[in-house]
């Protein structure tokens, strides 16, 4: 009775362990895309939250997301130089003025369109009950200067976590940075 309380025991630890797998998936639309980067040129990254109506916690995500983006530009090696800098609204008109002061002193301009970046959870959608991780929802729009129109524009959605899985918001500006290594795809160094 005693050795089948033992075995129980260390079954329901391999089936819990097992659970907390963490996964990570991206789906570029449409796809595939080649590189955006490109080591010779001059960046202008232009960055701008669009979240939806009910989304919590603005300040944190934001200030994540700001971290996240200056630290893979800053560490990447995706463009030679690159310039961060947030814009107040995802209008035509605010790209297009950022992008007429820019043309002469950057090769390419790059809008990150950040639409979600935060930890999901979902309670009884699995076998582990609860199932759990990070999502970063990104729109790319990829400007070759001195031209202002968008050479092409896709999205960047990228998960990870899996069943028994359950993240706070530390991990987010390395969770960005990794949505962006996905869709940008930097020569790694």
Not at 168 to 176: K, N, R, W
Request: glycine fraction near 6%; charged fraction near 15%; charge should be positive.
């Amino acid at each position: 009775m005693n050795q089948h309380r033992i075995s129980l025991a260390a079954l329901v630890a391999v089936v819990a362990l097992g659970a907390c797998v963490s996964t990570t998936t991206v789906q570029l639309a449409p796809s595939p895309q080649p590189s955006v980067c490109q080591s010779t040129a001059n960046a202008l990254v232009l960055w701008v939250p669009q979240w939806r109506p009910n989304q919590k916690d603005i300040s944190e995500r934001e200030a994540a997301a700001a971290d996240g983006i200056t630290q893979f530009f800053a560490k990447s090696g995706c463009f030679s130089s690159a310039t961060v800098q947030r814009i107040a609204q995802p209008s035509a008109a605010e790209v297009a003025a950022a992008l007429e002061q820019a043309q002469s002193r950057y090769d390419r301009a790059v809008v990150v369109m950040v639409r979600e970046l935060g930890p999901i959870v979902k309670i009884g959608s699995s076998a582990a009950l609860v199932e759990g991780g990070t999502e970063v929802v990104l729109e790319l729009t990829e400007y070759r200067l001195p031209a202002l129109s968008a050479q092409r524009s896709f999205s960047v959605n990228w998960r990870n976590g899996g069943p028994g899985v359950i993240k706070g918001v530390a991990s987010l500006p390395q969770d960005i940075q990794a949505a962006l290594t996905a869709g940008m795809q930097p020569v790694a160094k």
